[in-house]
C-alpha cells in the first residue's frame, strides 16, 4: 500500500512539474507577459536578456525534468531502504565550479560578443556634448525634475534652503539658477527629444529610488548624498513611464512619472512656455 501510494506521488510530481512548465509558458505568451518594445538605443540590452534567458531556460527544463523523473523513479519500492549519502569535499568543488564556470562563460559572452562591455563603457564614459539634461529627484514617494533653462546649466542648491516653496533648495543668488525649470514632487512630465541623446542627472533627498524606464531600457538608482548619472538616446516618439525599481517604502507603488518623446524643436517649445524658477522662488 505505502509503495502504491509513493509511486503514486513520484507520477504526480513527474505530472506536475510538465503541466507546470507547459501552463506558465502558455499563461506568458497568451498575456503577452515580454519587454515593452524598445524605444531607445539600448538594443544591447535585449540582445542579452534573450540571450541569458534562453540558456537559463533551457537548463530550468532539464534540471526540473531530471529532477521529477528521479522523484518518480527512485520512489519508495518493496525491500529497497533510504541510505545516507555524506558529503565529499570533492564533489563539493566540482558542483561549485561547474556552475561558476558557466556564470563565467556567459558574463564573457554578454560582455565581449553581444556588446555588453561597450554599452557599459559608453554609458559610463563620456557624455555627448550637445546632450539634452534632466535633473530627477525621488523623495517619498514622488518625483521632482529640473531642467536647466537656455544656459544648458543647473544652478546651485543647497539641502539648507529646501522648503515647501523650495522643494529641490534652488539657490536662486546663483545666476546659473534663474532659468532653471522646476516640477515639485508629482507635478512634472518629463519631456525627452526624439533622436537625441538625454543625459538624467539623478538624485534623492531620502532614501534610495531608482528611476526605471522600461520602455528605454534605463535603470539606476538614485542615491542620497551624491548625483548619480545615465544617459540615452530615445528613438520612438510617444508616451512613456517612470516607476520607481526600488522598494523605497509604502508609498513605492505611486511613484510614477509621465514621460513624453516629442521632436527637439517641440520640447524646446514647450520648455519656453514654462515659468523659470527666477519667476517663483525669491
Ligand atoms: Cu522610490
Not at 536662486?172 to 525627452?192: N, R, T
Request: aromatic residues 14%.
Amino acid at each position: 500500500m505505502e509503495e502504491k501510494q509513493s509511486k503514486f506521488h513520484g507520477l504526480l510530481f513527474l505530472f506536475f512539474f510538465v503541466f507546470g512548465m507547459i501552463a506558465s509558458v502558455w499563461i506568458v505568451l497568451r498575456n503577452g507577459w515580454w519587454l515593452p518594445e524598445l524605444a531607445s538605443d539600448r538594443e544591447t540590452i535585449d540582445r542579452i536578456f534573450i540571450t541569458i534567458f534562453i540558456i537559463a531556460g533551457i537548463l530550468f527544463v532539464i534540471s526540473e525534468l531530471v529532477l521529477s523523473y528521479f522523484i518518480f523513479r527512485y520512489s519508495g519500492q518493496p525491500g529497497k531502504k533510504a541510505f545516507y549519502l555524506p558529503g565529499t569535499t570533492r564533489k563539493e568543488i566540482l558542483w561549485s565550479i561547474l556552475p561558476g564556470t558557466l556564470v563565467v562563460i556567459i558574463l564573457e559572452i554578454s560582455a565581449e560578443f553581444l556588446g555588453g562591455a561597450s554599452l557599459w563603457g559608453k554609458i559610463h564614459g563620456e557624455i555627448p556634448k550637445d546632450a539634452f539634461l534632466v535633473e530627477i529627484t525621488g523623495e517619498q514617494f514622488a518625483w521632482s525634475l529640473r531642467y536647466p533653462g537656455p544656459d544648458g546649466k543647473f544652478g546651485r542648491t543647497d539641502p539648507s534652503l529646501i522648503s515647501y516653496d523650495n522643494p529641490l533648495g534652488i539657490d536662486i543668488s546663483d545666476e546659473a539658477a534663474k532659468d532653471d525649470i522646476v516640477f515639485p514632487a508629482g507635478q512634472g512630465i518629463m519631456y525627452l527629444p526624439l533622436d537625441h541623446p538625454v543625459v538624467l542627472l539623478i538624485r534623492s533627498k531620502d532614501v534610495i529610488h531608482s528611476p526605471f524606464l522600461p520602455n528605454f531600457r534605463v535603470k539606476q538608482d538614485a542615491v542620497p548624498g551624491m548625483t548619480t548619472r545615465t544617459w540615452f538616446v530615445p528613438k520612438k516618439e510617444g508616451e512613456f513611464e517612470l516607476a520607481c525599481a526600488e522598494l523605497c517604502g509604502l508609498g513605492h507603488y505611486r511613484m510614477k512619472l509621465p514621460v513624453v518623446v516629442k521632436p527637439m524643436e517641440e520640447v524646446k517649445q514647450w520648455l519656453s512656455e514654462q515659468t523659470p524658477a527666477g519667476d517663483i522662488y525669491y
